[in-house]
């Protein structure tokens, strides 16, 4: 008998073994219900349609299932009609092979860069993807736009003309997967328009300098202070990435002074700023930053994200171009769009609806009672450490006692506390003195877990310190 398939509801696939059509087809049941492979509850084809897919009569079919409803492998009711048996499968035995053991994970990740993903707002997304779905236009389910949603850039264009100041339309709005995919286009897009150096911060991510090295760009560090990324040394350089209103790690913005030179530069020779706004909605201490793009949106590209806002597994960023650039970033992303539609218009719809706007004040409020719990409990068990960078965004960057970060990074990971240090963003060819830090997320933790993550900092900082004495 050949080897077919025969489907009801799932896919079953048959190997009958043996002398003869039933107790082949009997025993191929029987190994997959055994085995696990027809789980507990499964329906199975009616006789009359197993035995038409198989090509055999269906008085062998019926045969095999009564003999295994006998044996209590399956069961047979009215109306219900055969399936599996609820009964402790064994597992399939396999040959032991010798497994990669996964990395522990530490008991309270305080890494930068994640928001408290037990905060997403399932019901309020869920209901937005009902209405966005119930009212999209057919034509929403096919291959799309490689700019993304009208709907969503739409309501990206508006949100934020309102809520940060950039000056888009729909046209200018290129959705993107994730910002990484953003700055891969803009890294292609920049090499072939002749562009070798990139500027960069003295402190950021090593993965977007790794993507614009990917992309055949050099990058170079520029100098940082108090008063953000220093703009005095722009020459022989036609394009800068930048976080000017919340700087990444340090969480300074941009002086005033240096927004408008950093312009000024880009006007002057025709260079292009990338502005990575990853962060925007939360400000706690200080009226917001405007975006840079405001400035001049002819000259600057500004990137967007709902990763800090709502969550990275969405892979849903934004860059709002120049006219200019609008053609050929669309050409260099791809002919069709790469990200999820159903997900864009959840999104057009949750910003549409104003749940957003309810969602980041909520948002912003818990981060803050964070934030403040944070620096009231170093105030309280280790003075010596300062907090720095905290009016704004999901992470702190704690100065330490000088000749002290390595003890207490020892001590975090003995503890279990999975922080960063200041070196590990800090570009490899910045130059200056380096700063005894560790960089805190604040964001990451669940609320319920957010009070023993800081007892075991704050543990961790003792113990760092006194060690180092």
């Known amino acids: 008998m050949p080897k077919r398939w025969a489907t009801l509801g799932v896919d079953l696939h048959l190997e009958p073994t043996g002398p003869g059509l039933r107790r082949g087809l009997t025993d191929a049941l029987r190994e997959a219900v055994r085995t696990g492979r027809l789980a507990p509850g499964t329906r199975l084809p009616s006789s009359r349609s197993l035995a038409a897919d198989l090509g055999i009569a269906r008085n062998t079919v019926a045969d095999a299932y009564a003999e295994l409803v006998a044996e209590g492998w399956l069961t047979a009711r009215q109306g219900s009609g055969t399936r599996v048996a609820e009964l402790p499968v064994a597992a399939p035995s396999r040959p032991s092979a010798a497994r990669r053991p996964e990395p522990g994970r530490p008991a309270h990740d305080l890494r930068p860069g994640m928001p408290d993903l037990a905060a997403f707002p399932r019901a309020e997304w869920l209901k937005a993807a009902r209405r966005a779905l119930a009212k999209a236009p057919n034509d929403a389910l096919g291959y799309g736009d490689p700019r993304g949603r009208t709907e969503l850039r739409t309501a990206l264009a508006g949100y934020l003309a309102r809520v940060r100041g950039v000056r888009a339309d729909p046209e200018r709005v290129l959705v993107c997967g994730g910002f990484k995919q953003g700055l891969q286009v803009l890294g292609t897009l920049l090499r072939r328009r002749g562009v070798r150096t990139v500027a960069v911060e003295s402190y950021g991510l090593d993965v977007h300098w790794n993507l614009l090295a990917a992309a055949g760009l050099r990058t170079t560090p520029l100098p940082f202070d108090g008063l953000g990324t220093g703009m005095s040394d722009l020459t022989g350089v036609r394009a800068v990435l930048l ?227």
């Open 243 to 469: 976080t000017p209103s919340h700087q990444f790690p340090m969480g300074v913005p941009l002086h005033p002074d240096r927004r408008t030179a950093v312009v000024d530069w880009a006007r002057r020779t025709g260079g292009l700023v990338v502005e990575d706004d990853y962060d925007g909605e939360f400000r706690y201490d200080r009226q917001p930053v405007g975006a840079l793009q405001g400035l001049d949106p002819d000259h600057v590209v500004y990137c967007g994200t709902a990763s800090k806002s709502l969550a990275p597994g969405l892979r849903l960023a934004w860059l709002v171009l120049p006219p200019s650039l609008m053609e050929e970033a669309v050409a260099v992303k791809g002919g069709v769009d790469t990200c999820g539609v159903l997900d864009q218009l959840t999104l057009a719809e949750f910003i549409t609806s104003g749940s957003y706007d309810r969602h980041v004040r909520a948002a912003r409020q818990r981060y803050r009672r964070r934030r403040d719990a944070l620096v009231e409990a170093l105030a309280d068990r280790a003075p010596e450490v300062r907090a720095t960078g905290i009016a704004a965004g999901l992470h702190a960057v704690l100065r330490l006692p000088p000749g002290t970060q390595q003890p207490v990074l020892r001590a975090a990971a003995w503890h279990g506390v999975a922080v960063d240090g200041l070196d590990r963003y800090r570009h490899p060819e910045a130059a200056g003195d380096r700063t005894d830090a560790v960089v805190v997320g604040y964001g990451t933790p669940p609320d319920h877990a957010w009070s023993g993550a800081l007892d075991a900092l704050c543990a961790v900082l003792s113990f760092g310190n006194s060690t180092s004495r």
